[in-house]
T-cell receptor, first 115, second 113 residues
Framework: AQKITQTQPGMFVQEKEAVTLDCTYD???????LFWYKQPSSGEMIFLIY??????QNATEGRYSLNFQKARKSANLVISASQLGDSAMYFC????????????FGPGTSLSVIP | DTGVSQNPRHKITKRGQNVTFRCDPI?????LYWYRQTLGQGPEFLTY????????KSRLLSDRFSAERPKGSFSTLEIQRTEQGDSAMYLC???????????FGPGTRLTVT
């Protein structure tokens, strides 16, 4: 079974500063993808960024970038120039080619941006 | 592209009643997923469809739960004989293929009293 670890249940960052949210995963799959989603208090789940396991370049999307270290099985999200609207829960579910019964979102990390 | 829609947004029901939720995915997305999310937790996978075929069901999906996607478009999730433990947010998502991000709907919040 897959296991997702997000060791930071709660994070605080000053507005306009950068923040890194940690995510490690455990899988024996060779081919997989990693997503980061954001869930504000309104409840909607918003896709942020995707990294394929065979992608050599770290994914970037605007203010979001992934620090992907395949050997360490970690895919940390870096948010640059934090904004108040970044305050939300963040999840890093992996996408495995094996059974979807094993997709696990994990507990998430709560990010609070301080003005 | 109007996004994934779910109805109703909120449902309050008494224990023992049956409830049905509907999810309309983004048109032409052939994959559709159902998740359940309780307070303070991440979403838990329930089931997914590729077109009209239900390909995976989680162990969480007891025999009181049934999901359908009869024409490969919208999907329904029915819970029979609801229990207080069924109180949660039920999220639906769709994607064009397995390699793309899942687009989530706003969810249906179920409260069983």
């Amino acid at each position: 079974a897959q296991k997702i670890t997000q060791t930071q249940p709660g994070m605080f960052v000053q507005e306009k500063e950068a923040v890194t949210l940690d995510c490690t995963y455990d899988t024996s799959d060779q081919s997989y993808g990693l997503f980061w989603y954001k869930q504000p208090s309104s409840g909607e789940m918003i896709f942020l960024i995707y990294q394929g396991s065979y992608d050599e370049q770290n994914a970037t999307e605007g203010r979001y970038s992934l620090n992907f270290q395949k050997a360490r099985k970690s895919a940390n999200l870096v948010i640059s120039a934090s904004q108040l609207g970044d305050s939300a829960m963040y999840f890093c579910p992996p996408l495995m080619k094996t059974s979807y019964d094993k997709v696990i979102f994990g507990p998430g990390t709560s990010l609070s941006v301080i003005p | 592209d109007t996004g994934v829609s779910q109805n109703p947004r909120h449902k309050i029901t008494k224990r023992g009643q049956n409830v049905t939720f509907r999810c309309d995915p983004i048109s032409e997305h052939n994959r559709l997923y159902w998740y359940r999310q309780t307070l303070g937790q991440g979403p838990e996978f329930l089931t997914y469809f590729q077109n009209e075929a239900q390909l995976e069901k989680s162990r969480l999906l007891s025999d009181r739960f049934s999901a359908e996607r009869p024409k490969g478009s919208f999907s329904t999730l029915e819970i029979q004989r609801t229990e207080q433990g069924d109180s949660a947010m039920y999220l639906c998502a769709s994607s064009p293929t397995e390699d793309y991000e899942q687009y989530f709907g706003p969810g249906t919040r179920l409260t069983v009293t």
